[in-house]
């Protein structure tokens, strides 16, 4: 069986999706029941990163310069790019080369444009829209990050269920338990933060819902604690924030300090150092924060939509994302009752272990064995 990988996140795909792409691929090709092939689309034909098995294709144009004929006269085509041979070919992204012959199972992190277009931007909506579109014309097969996400393409296109397939993401094992002393120095030196503090980790948006922890605080009854927001910058809504954030006097006490890049220690300090990983989203596909935080010996409160549910399965404190009441109290408990806090910390540190790549790419290549089956 000779599967084709879309490798190109790899070396271009944005933060998350090159990391979990990385981690997946990696432990994907470790596997020798199948012969694998890397295609990479990558304009200087050298950009480090590679997974480095025997069978690796480039292309030395960039997807952008492709994609228009891609879209317009589904060429070129994959087969051309990487011969015939291959009996499957996976993409972890939405846009790949168009197939003539060969089978394409493409991944879905979530469907937040069409499950809650009122919390999303609308320079964000469009290019998802298009990209899910592109994906439903070319591919055969789709590859859903989590069963709640499943169950939004069901219930919100017309994708046959036969057609989708479920396999969930590991935690990447650079978050772990860090000495907390060490982590607390750290953040002090490198952010300034003296005081106790809840984070939040994910873009600073609309749909993230980040403004309910704001007032969450404003609320409590806390005094002496602070929050950090950490993530991308999605405007008008970060200036609205700021706004707000001095509207109730909070401006010494409300860090946002931008994306956290992928290498070092840095986000595992500040997860580590918190008292507890706050994460009142609207919607989320596969929510990989969590993870990380519980990863990090950090207590976790979430909203209880489906997939925090899913991910978390018991091992998080869920709320309404709403309820701006229920928020401070829970914020209140963590910083009143250690032992509490601590039970948290226990349960999720048990439960992320279940969350592993290796046994998301055992799970992937079963699908991928199924699919290749039902084509005989």
């Known amino acids: 069986m000779r599967i084709g990988l879309d490798a190109t996140p790899l070396l271009h795909g ?4 090159r990391r979990n792409s990385r981690n997946l691929l990696q432990h994907l090709t470790a596997m020798d029941a199948v012969d694998w092939r890397a295609l990479y689309f990558d304009r200087k034909g050298d950009t480090e990163g590679r997974l480095g098995i025997d069978d690796e294709v480039l292309c030395r144009y960039p997807m952008k310069v492709l994609m228009p004929a891609w879209k317009s006269i589904a060429c070129p085509s994959l087969e051309w790019l990487t011969g015939d041979d291959m009996d499957l070919f996976y993409a972890p992204d939405l846009y790949f080369p168009p197939a003539k012959r060969t089978p394409i199972l493409t991944t879905v992190r979530g469907l937040a444009y069409l499950a809650v277009p009122e919390h999303c931007s609308i320079k964000n909506v469009q290019p998802l829209e298009k990209a899910f579109a592109y994906a439903r014309q070319h591919a055969d097969y789709f590859l859903a990050v989590s069963e709640s996400t499943k169950q939004d393409m069901l219930a919100l296109t017309d994708i046959p269920e036969e057609k989708i397939f479920v396999s969930s993401h590991g935690v990447d094992p650079v978050f772990r338990r860090v000495d907390v002393f060490n982590a607390r120095a750290f953040v002090l030196e490198n952010f300034a933060v ?16 980040v403004q309910l922890l704001v007032d969450a605080l404003h609320k409590s009854t806390l005094d002496t604690v602070d929050l ?4 991308p910058y999605e405007e008008p809504f970060t200036t609205q924030l700021r706004e707000h954030i ?7 006490r409300v860090h946002l300090i931008g994306a956290i890049g992928q ?28 993870l990380e935080a519980m990863a990090c010996g950090t207590a976790v409160i979430s909203t209880q939509i489906p997939s925090v549910k899913e991910v978390t399965d018991g091992a998080a404190m869920l709320l309404p994302v709403d ?3 229920a928020w401070a109290v829970h914020m209140e408990k ?8 601590a039970s948290w910390v226990e349960k999720g540190f048990m439960h992320v272990k279940q969350h592993t790549w290796e046994k998301s790419a055992q799970k992937l290549l079963r699908v991928m064995q199924t699919i290749v089956g039902s084509h005989g």
């Not at 003296?194 to 819902?209: C, D, M, Q, W």
């Not at 950090?228 to 993530?231: E, I, N, S």
């Not at 001095?246 to 010494?252: D, N, R, T, V, W």
């Open 323 to 325: 309820d701006v009441n």
């Open 246 to 252: 001095a509207s109730l006097g909070l401006s010494e």
């Open 228 to 231: 950090v927001l950490t993530g």
């Open 334 to 341: 963590v910083m009143e009752d250690k032992q509490w806090q």
């Open 194 to 209: 003296e005081r106790p503090y809840f984070l939040f980790v994910g873009a600073i948006s609309t749909h993230k819902n």
């Open 263 to 290: 290498g070092g220690d840095t986000l595992v300090n500040l997860y580590a150092a918190a008292e507890a990983f706050l994460f009142p989203t609207f919607y989320e596909g596969w929510c990989a924060p969590p």
């Open 14 to 17: 944005e933060r998350a999706v």
